[in-house]
């Protein structure tokens, strides 16, 4: 079975800086995506970036970039010019190929506080 | 184009009685999912839905079921409420394709007392 860990239960940056969250992950499968979902305190869980195991190339979406490292089996996310709207429970997922099936197996998450 | 609806978005029930949500996909999504998150297990896979067909289950007890209508959308229903029933429930629905994106609902917060 596939799972996810995050070491970093709570971070904090001060805003403008730079962030990194860490994020790991145990399979055996070669083919499979990965995310960074964001969680603010409205709980709405909103997708902040994807990442397909078979492109090397690391996703960037505006200010938000990964770092995957596949042979490591890591994939941090990395936040530059933290607004306080960052502010949120940030929780990385995995999705393999079962049979088709769509189903996220999430990490515990990393709460992320941006400070004045 | 509307998000995942989920319905209703706050409840309290007694122990022993039973709970039925109700989460409206995207427009066009064939897939629903449906995750229960708790402060000690964190977010947990319950079932997938495609195309009216359980296509994925997780390690729930039978008391949680789910169903998904011909228009894609999906309930989930708990018998037998137990207090660690207590959740914040998420639909998610997706196109169905492995690897598309997994758009989540606002989520229903179940409290059992």
């Known amino acids: 079975a596939q799972t996810v860990t995050q070491s970093q239960p709570e971070m904090s940056v001060q805003e403008a800086e730079t962030v990194t969250l860490s994020c790991t992950y145990d399979?055996?499968?070669?083919?499979?995506?990965l995310f960074w979902y964001k969680q603010p305190p409205s709980r709405q869980m909103i997708l902040v970036i994807r990442q397909e195991a078979y492109k090397q190339q690391n996703a960037t979406e505006n200010r938000f970039s990964v770092n995957f490292q596949k042979a490591a089996k890591s994939f941090s996310l990395k936040i530059s010019d933290s607004q306080l709207g960052d502010t949120a429970m940030y929780f990385c997922?995995?999705?393999?190929?079962?049979?088709?099936?769509?189903?996220?197996?999430f990490g515990k998450g990393t709460k992320l506080t941006v400070n004045p | 184009k509307a998000g995942v609806t989920q319905t209703p978005r706050y409840l309290i029930k007694t122990r022993g009685q039973q709970v039925t949500l109700s989460c409206s996909p995207i427009?066009?999504?064939?897939?629903v999912s449906w995750y229960q998150q708790t402060p000690g297990q964190g977010l947990q896979f319950l079932f997938e839905y495609f195309s009216e067909t359980q296509r994925n289950k997780g390690n729930f007890p039978g008391r949680f079921s789910g169903r998904q209508f011909s228009n894609s959308r999906s309930e989930m229903n708990v018998s037998t409420l137990e207090l660690g029933d207590s959740a914040l429930y998420l639909c998610a629905s997706s196109f169905g394709d492995s690897g598309n994106t997994i758009y989540f609902g606002e989520g229903s917060w179940l409290t059992v007392v």
């Open positions: 399979t055996s499968e070669n083919n499979y995506y």
């Open positions: 997922a995995f999705m393999g190929f079962q049979g088709g099936s769509e189903k996220l197996v």
């Open positions: 427009s066009g999504h064939r897939s």
